[in-house]
C-alpha cells in the first residue's frame, strides 16, 4: 500500500508536466486566506481534542496536526 | 530494532524528495506562524473519569527566519474509570507537559523542530519531532513531511523496582491542495511504530474460572513487544458564498494488531458580523478489536497475549460538538493587534461492542456491553501580537 | 538499529535542504514594454502608467489578506521615501473585489505612494500575477527590468540596489 501511495504520487505529480500554471491566481485566493477556511483554526485546541480521541481510540495518527504524539499511557 | 525500517516509508521519503527536485523551480514564498499566545482551560468528564488543567502556548518571531513556541500543558486526572472501579487502582494524579520548538524560514521551507517532556509520577515520556513544509505549484500545493520520535519510561506505583521502557516513531506526510478558489484539500499519511513494553501495568484481563465467587478471575494483560500502524486521511473545505465553511474529513487506520478503524467527521463554519464565529461539529468513529482482545478468555494463560483495554475492543463513538469564538479588536491594547474569546464543548458517546461493565454485574459474560457519555469542556483566550 | 535510521534520516533532510536552498532566484530579467493600463487610486482620480515615463516605477500588487504583503508595505514606504526625491515612485496595485479591506489595511499600515484598485483584475491579468505579492521595476523608457514574485525577508535589499541601478541608467 505504501509502494502504490508513493507511484500513484509521483505519477500524479510528473504528468501533470512542468509547465503547470496555477489555475487559482493568486488574487483569487481571498476566500482561501479566510480563517474561517484554515484545517485548524486554534492549534491549541485542535491538539487538544486529538489528544481526547487519541487517548481513548485505537487509532492514531494522520489527523494533520504538526508536532510530536503526547507520549502519554 | 525489531520493527526496522519499513520499506514503504523510506520509498516515500525517496519519492517525495525526487518530486521536490523536479518542483524546485516552481518554490515560492512560505510564511511563518504569527506571534500568538493561547490560554485554555480544558475538562473532560466522562466515565468515571475527570481532567482537567490548563494548556498555554507561546509563540514569537524573532528576527526575520526563526520563530519559537513554548507549550504548557497539564491533565488533573482523578479516575474512578471502568478499569479502576473492576480491577484497576483508582487514582488521583497530575501529568505535567512542557514542550518547546522552533519554526525556521530556509528560503523557501519552513523547518520545524520541537521537544517535549511528559511527566506524571509513573510514566515519563521524551518526544522530539521535526517536520519541513514546502509551498510548490504557485502556493497551490504544500508538501510537508515530518519524523517524530518518542522514548517512554514506565513505572509502577508501589512497585519500585518496576521500570521499563518503549520507543515510538512516526513518520508523516502530508499534501494539502488547493482545487478551486473556494476548496482546499489535504491528503495526510501517517506510520507509527512502537516497541517495548507497550500495555498498561494496572491493567488485567478476565479468564472464565468457575473456582471464582464471581465466576471469573484476572490476570495481567500480555501485548506484543511491537506496534505498528498505517492511518491515511483526506479533508477538504470549502468556502459557502455568503462568507461560511464547511469541513469533511475521513480516515481509514490500520494496524498490526488487527484493530481497523474509520472515522469521519463533518463541521460548519459560520461567522455573524465582524466579531462572531459559530461552529458546529459531527463525528463518528468505529473500530474493530485487536487479534488478541477478549472481553472474557476461555481460561488462564489462553493466548501468548492477551488484551481487555476497552481501547482496543470492537467499538464506536459519536461527537456532537458546537464552538462560540467571539473577536475582540482592541484599539488600545498595548501591543496586542487581536484577541480572541472560545468556548467549545463536545458531548461523545461511546458505545461498545464487545467490552463488558463488570461494575453493574450480572451472569458471567452476559454482563451489559458498556457505554458512557463524555462531556468535553474548553474555555480559552487567544492573542495576537 | 537507531544508528542505522538515523544516517538515512539524516541524509534524507540534507537533500531536502540542499534543494530547497538552491531553488530557482525568484527574481528574473526580463525585457519588454511595461503594457500601459489606467486604474483609478485611491484619491479618486484615474492614474496611467505611461504618465510616470521618465521615472523608475515600482508596480507591487498587493491584497490585505496577503500576509507577506503586510510585511512588505513598510519597507516599500521607506524606499519610496529614499529614493523619490531621484525620480522613482512606487504603484501600488490592489487586487481585491472591494476596496473596504484594502482602506482598513492601509489605515494600520499607511504608505503615502499611490495606490491604485485593479477590482476586475484586468492589470493582474495582463501582467500575468503569478504570486502574491507581485513586483515588477519599470525602468524610464517603460521598460520591464525586474520582477519579483513574492516575498520574502531580505528582497527589500535587492529592490534597493535595483531601483539604484534604474536610476543611473
Avoid at chain 1, 484554515?38 to 486529538?50: C, E, L, M
Avoid at chain 2, 507561546?58 to 519559537?68: A, D, E, H, L
Avoid at chain 2, 508538501?143 to 519500585?160: A, E, F, H, L, T
Avoid at chain 2, 501495568?201 to 464471581?214: F, T
Wanted: aromatic share 12%; charged share 20%.
Amino acid at each position: 500500500m505504501n509502494t502504490r501511495l508513493v507511484i500513484v504520487f509521483l505519477v500524479v505529480i510528473l504528468l501533470s508536466g512542468c509547465d503547470i500554471k496555477p489555475w487559482v491566481k493568486p488574487y483569487q485566493r481571498s476566500h482561501l486566506a479566510d480563517p474561517i477556511m484554515q484545517f485548524s483554526r486554534d492549534p491549541v485546541s485542535t491538539a487538544y481534542i486529538n489528544h481526547v480521541y487519541e487517548a481513548r481510540e485505537g487509532a492514531r495518527g494522520a489527523e494533520g496536526s504538526q508536532g510530536g504524539g503526547c507520549g502519554c499511557n | 530494532m525489531a520493527v526496522t525500517r519499513l520499506k514503504g516509508s523510506r520509498r516515500l521519503q525517496i519519492g517525495l524528495l525526487v518530486t521536490l527536485t523536479l518542483l524546485a523551480p516552481f518554490l515560492v514564498a512560505a510564511v511563518l506562524p504569527k506571534d500568538r499566545l493561547d490560554a485554555l482551560y480544558h475538562a473532560y468528564n466522562g466515565g468515571g473519569v475527570e481532567v482537567d488543567g490548563p494548556s498555554i502556548l507561546w509563540r514569537k518571531q524573532f528576527g526575520q527566519y526563526t520563530s519559537v513556541n513554548a507549550n504548557y500543558y497539564i491533565d488533573a486526572i482523578s479516575s474512578a474509570s471502568i478499569d479502576a472501579v473492576t480491577s484497576a487502582s483508582p487514582y488521583k494524579e497530575e501529568r505535567r507537559e512542557k514542550s518547546i520548538g522552533g519554526d525556521f524560514l530556509l528560503n523557501t521551507a519552513i523547518m520545524s523542530l520541537g521537544y517535549t517532556v511528559s511527566e506524571e509520577n509513573d510514566f515519563d515520556a521524551k518526544t522530539a519531532s521535526v517536520s519541513l513544509s514546502q509551498d510548490v505549484f504557485g502556493d497551490l500545493t504544500t508538501v510537508s513531511m515530518g519524523y517524530v520520535r518518542g522514548w517512554d519510561q514506565i513505572g509502577k506505583n508501589g512497585d519500585p523496582q518496576f521500570s521499563e521502557k518503549a520507543n515510538r516513531q512516526r513518520y508523516r506526510i502530508g499534501v494539502s491542495q488547493i482545487l478551486t478558489r473556494n476548496m482546499i484539500a489535504a491528503l495526510n499519511f501517517e506510520t507509527v511504530s512502537d516497541e517495548g513494553f507497550l500495555n498498561n501495568p494496572y491493567r488485567s484481563v478476565r479468564y472464565l474460572d468457575s473456582g471464582s465467587a464471581s465466576g471469573y478471575s484476572y490476570e495481567p494483560e500480555v501485548y506484543p513487544k511491537t506496534h505498528t500502524s498505517n492511518a491515511l486521511s483526506l479533508r477538504a473545505r470549502y468556502y459557502l458564498p455568503y462568507r461560511a465553511s464547511l469541513l469533511g474529513e475521513y480516515r481509514y487506520f490500520t494496524d498490526s494488531w488487527g484493530v481497523r478503524a474509520n472515522n469521519i467527521a463533518f463541521g460548519y463554519s459560520h461567522p455573524h458580523g465582524q466579531n462572531w464565529i459559530f461552529d458546529v461539529r459531527y463525528r463518528y468513529y468505529t473500530q474493530d478489536d485487536a487479534d488478541f482482545y477478549s472481553d472474557l478468555f476461555p481460561n488462564r494463560q489462553a493466548q501468548n497475549f492477551l488484551a481487555r483495554d476497552k481501547e482496543l475492543s470492537r467499538f464506536n463513538n459519536h461527537t456532537l460538538g458546537l464552538s462560540v469564538s467571539y473577536e475582540i479588536t482592541p484599539k488600545d491594547w498595548f501591543f496586542i493587534d487581536r484577541g480572541s474569546i472560545n468556548l467549545s464543548y463536545d458531548h461523545i458517546f461511546f458505545r461498545y461492542k464487545n467490552f463488558r461493565d463488570l461494575s453493574i454485574g450480572g451472569v458471567v459474560d452476559q454482563e451489559p456491553l458498556y457505554a458512557f457519555d463524555a462531556d468535553v469542556l474548553q474555555i480559552y483566550l487567544s492573542l495576537w501580537y | 538499529m537507531h544508528y542505522t535510521q538515523l544516517p538515512k534520516i539524516v541524509r534524507v533532510l540534507a537533500l531536502f535542504l540542499l534543494v530547497i536552498l538552491t531553488a530557482t532566484p525568484h527574481a528574473e530579467e526580463i525585457m519588454g514594454q511595461a503594457p500601459d493600463f489606467t486604474l483609478k487610486s485611491r484619491s479618486g482620480e484615474n492614474l496611467k502608467l505611461s504618465e510616470f515615463r521618465g521615472e523608475v516605477v515600482m508596480l507591487n500588487f498587493w491584497a490585505s489578506w496577503c500576509g507577506p504583503c503586510r510585511q512588505e508595505m513598510p519597507l516599500l514606504e521607506e524606499l519610496y521615501q529614499h529614493y523619490k526625491p531621484l525620480g522613482f515612485t512606487i504603484l501600488a496595485v490592489n487586487v481585491e473585489d472591494a476596496s473596504s479591506d484594502a482602506m482598513a489595511m492601509l489605515k494600520d499600515i499607511p504608505v503615502s505612494f499611490p495606490v491604485l484598485f485593479d477590482s476586475d483584475n484586468k492589470v493582474s491579468d495582463i501582467y500575468g500575477v503569478e504570486a502574491m505579492p507581485s513586483t515588477v521595476l519599470i525602468n524610464r523608457d517603460g521598460n520591464i527590468r525586474f520582477v519579483h514574485l513574492g516575498y520574502l525577508p531580505g528582497y527589500e535589499v535587492e529592490y534597493a540596489r535595483e531601483i539604484k541601478s534604474l536610476i543611473q541608467e
